[in-house]
């Protein structure tokens, strides 16, 4: 059995045939923890894991921990992963074989100790559009259609990624909370966030509602809800009219939201929340100015201490 068969009955919520072996329960639990892009990432990954033990003649419950470091080199030889990708799913098979260790399956942890390829962070490709390029391409789009003003004002204001944008209903920001009109979303991972919406950011929203009171926020020409790639070519098209030379995708402008708001001198805790990152690292990423001597923390220092020295 693949593992594309052992994820799609339990998922289903069919009786588990007998020819279930104990590695295919195994991923199919696995994997029926995780949904949308998480899911068909490591769906991906252990599909190729288990090929490979099939051409080595290898049963995945009888691993050990050099069988994974070849597995490590023929993603990175034979298959030319990069050292991220290779990373990656390594990382999904160390949480595999740590959930096969506890639910009893193996006695030990093969990918415990397996060593990961060191990956190098290229920080300056977290620049997303500058101040003047956010301004030209929002009223770009203002000018064109309510739709694709509200598409754009999500994605520079906002901060929405392009799947939460296309996902909006016209009742979702239809309420206040506390004195504030807000937009109630769930977001990467089934999190749910209200956003706060700034009189303008509503107004544009509420132009795209053209009167209806229900169904999507954002609609194609054919008045079927926007997809994410009928919105990458809108927010293309836009930000060719608007004079912008380089590439422009809609994770851009979630970029440029994140940097425009750093360099706002918006306290990092604060553009964390915004951003809805879990991790502050994540967000100190997109801190262009933070290498800047002029903000160097050992002037602020250095005048604090200044009377005691």
Not at 271 to 286: C, F, G, L, N
């Amino acid at each position: 059995m693949t593992v594309s068969d052992a994820t799609l009955m339990p998922l289903a919520g069919n009786t588990i045939p007998a020819r279930f072996s104990a590695f295919d329960l195994a991923v199919a639990g696995f994997l029926a923890r995780y949904t949308g892009q998480t899911f068909a990432s490591y769906h991906t990954d252990l599909r190729l894991y288990t090929q490979w033990c099939e051409s080595v003649g290898l049963d995945p419950l009888a691993a050990q921990r050099p069988h994974l470091e070849l597995f490590a080199r023929h993603l990175e030889l034979e298959r030319g992963n990069a050292p991220s990708t290779v990373h990656r799913r390594l990382s999904c098979l160390r949480m595999l074989y740590r959930t096969m260790h506890v639910d009893g399956l193996i006695d030990r942890n093969p990918a415990e100790y397996v060593k990961m390829p060191k990956v190098y962070f290229d920080e300056t490709r977290m620049v997303g559009l500058e101040r003047s390029e956010i301004s030209a391409l929002i009223a770009t789009a203002r000018a064109s259609t309510p739709c694709d003003g509200a598409l754009v004002t999500m994605l520079a204001l906002l901060g929405l990624r392009v799947s939460e944008a296309c996902a909006v209903d016209i009742d979702d920001f239809q309420s206040t909370e506390r004195g504030h009109r807000v937009l109630r979303l769930v977001g990467k991972g089934g999190k749910p966030a209200t956003v706060p919406l700034p009189i303008p950011i509503a107004r544009a929203m509420d132009r795209a509602a053209e009167g209806r009171t229900s169904g999507a926020l954002l609609l194609r020409r054919d008045g079927t809800r926007m997809t994410r790639r009928s919105a990458d070519r809108v927010v293309k098209r836009l930000a060719r009219r608007a004079g912008i030379t380089r590439t422009v995708h809609c994770h851009l402008l979630r970029h440029g939201y994140v940097t425009a708001a750093l360099d706002a001198g918006i306290p990092l805790r604060d553009v964390q929340i915004m951003a809805r990152h879990s991790d502050p690292r994540m967000t100190s990423r997109y801190d262009r100015a933070r290498h800047n001597l002029d903000r160097h923390g050992n002037y602020v220092l250095a005048a604090y201490l200044g009377g005691a020295a």
